[in-house]
Each structure stands twice: as structure tokens, then as C-alpha cells.
């Protein structure tokens, strides 16, 4: 990334942090000017997001370790599952929160992480300016009680398959019946819900569904 860019980077991190917070549509201008190649670092030096710490001990064995969410990925996502301000957000296994940051950013939605290693959720500090719109929790996301049962859509980045998995949409299926919610994917195929619908538009590696009770 040239200075060039390090510069808009940092002049839209003040802006986000003081009172010229830009627009979903402004910051989504701003990102799509930025050359395609050059996203990734671009968004990390916004948030300020410059060292990831190690995956430790706490990641539960058969979870996927922290590998952050591409940036177009996350786009494709906002724009499938037409995710607005009036979202809640659950982004199920955070990391450091640098999708669930993007995902505010790009949408005005709140946004709430789950993360169950503890020392990403420290990492996630930097991203204090931008509560309380961005709050990352720590906790496994497999357990209800930990799983923001207001959220409206549901985002996960392959945090975990198999077993974990089936046991998430279990847990939110009691809720896809009382209301209407989404699950937005990455490189994650879900095993069959008669409860969820497939929306069109995605591609690649991103896949959207709608819970039955969806309009
Ligand atoms: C592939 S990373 C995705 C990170 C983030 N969503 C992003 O896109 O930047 C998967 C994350 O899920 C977390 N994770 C794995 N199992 C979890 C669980 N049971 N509860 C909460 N988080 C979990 C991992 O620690 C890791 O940070």
C-alpha cells in the first residue's frame, strides 16, 4: 500500500473516531476507491488492526483458528443479504472484530462479536472507537445464552463445522420460527434446514439464507 493511501487510511480513522463519522454510503465510496489488491491492508489500517495475536489454548479442539474475513467477501454479504442499519448483527466467531467493524461500517448496523478466544477479544481494543455500534463479547458462540438471541443476521466466517455447527442452527431455529432472521456464509456450507432458504445472488464463497418466517 502506497503513502498515499496510509494517509486517506488514517485521515477516515479520525474521521470515524471523532464526530465525521462518514456514512455506510461514504465509507463504502471511500473503500471502493481504493485499488481492489490493496483493500485488505487498507481496511486494516483504518481500524488500526496492525499485529494479530497467535491463536492460544482456549480455542476449542475442532474450531477454526482467527484467519480474517476478505474484504470482498464481507462486501458480497452487505449486498446479498441486504443487511442495513437496521440489522443487528451477530458475527459468530469475531476474532479480533475486524468483520464485524467492516460490517458496521458498511451498513450502519450494530454488530455484535462472539469470540471465544479471550486474547482476541483483548486485541479488539483498538476497535473501542467504535462502540457502542461494534462490541465484541467473549464466549462460545455454541451456547445460547452466549449466542445474542436478538441478533437479526447472523454472520459466520467458518468459525466451526460438523457437530458445533448443527448445534448452532439448532439454537436458532427456536428463534427463526418467532421471527425473521439470516445467515450469511463464507466458505461455510450448512447442512440442510427445512427452516432456511438459500437467496439468490451470491457466488463464490459466500451463500445467504432466510429463515422461513422472512419476507
Ligand atoms: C475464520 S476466523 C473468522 C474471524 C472473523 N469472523 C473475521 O471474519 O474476521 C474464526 C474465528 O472463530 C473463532 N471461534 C472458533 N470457535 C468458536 C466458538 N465455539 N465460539 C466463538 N468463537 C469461535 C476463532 O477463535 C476464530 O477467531
Redo the contacts with the bound molecule.
Keep these: 500500500m502506497n503513502a498515499t493511501l496510509r494517509e486517506r487510511a488514517a485521515a477516515l480513522r479520525q474521521a470515524i473516531s471523532g464526530a465525521a463519522r462518514p456514512s455506510p454510503a461514504g465509507f463504502r465510496a471511500a473503500l471502493d476507491s481504493v485499488p481492489f489488491a490493496d483493500r485488505d491492508a487498507w481496511v486494516d489500517a483504518v481500524l488500526g488492526l496492525t499485529s494479530i495475536p497467535d491463536?492460544g489454548p482456549d480455542?476449542?479442539s475442532g474450531?477454526?483458528?482467527?484467519?480474517?474475513?476478505p474484504v470482498a467477501a464481507?462486501q458480497e454479504a452487505v449486498d446479498v443479504a441486504r443487511i442495513t442499519a437496521a440489522d443487528v448483527v451477530v458475527?459468530?466467531?469475531?476474532?479480533?472484530g475486524?468483520?464485524?467493524a467492516l460490517l458496521h461500517l458498511l451498513t450502519g448496523a450494530r454488530v455484535i462479536?462472539?469470540?471465544?478466544?479471550r486474547e482476541?477479544v483483548e486485541a479488539a481494543r483498538s476497535l473501542e472507537f467504535l462502540h457502542p455500534a461494534v462490541a465484541i463479547i467473549h464466549?462460545?458462540?455454541?451456547a445460547l445464552e452466549a449466542l445474542a438471541p436478538g441478533g437479526t443476521l447472523y454472520?459466520l466466517?467458518?468459525?466451526?463445522s460438523g457437530a458445533?455447527l448443527a448445534r448452532l442452527l439448532d439454537e436458532l431455529e427456536p428463534l427463526a420460527l418467532r421471527r425473521p432472521l439470516r445467515l450469511a456464509c463464507?466458505d461455510l456450507p450448512l447442512p440442510p434446514r427445512p427452516w432456511l432458504t438459500p437467496v439468490d445472488g451470491a457466488s463464490g464463497a459466500v451463500t445467504v439464507f432466510t429463515s422461513a418466517a422472512s419476507s
Aim: hydrophobic share 45%; proline share 11%.
Design positions: 491463536d480455542l476449542p474450531c477454526v483458528p482467527y484467519l480474517p474475513c464481507v458475527d459468530v466467531g469475531a476474532g479480533v475486524r468483520a464485524a462479536g462472539l469470540e471465544v478466544q482476541l464466549g462460545d458462540a455454541t454472520f466466517y467458518c468459525p466451526f458445533r463464507v
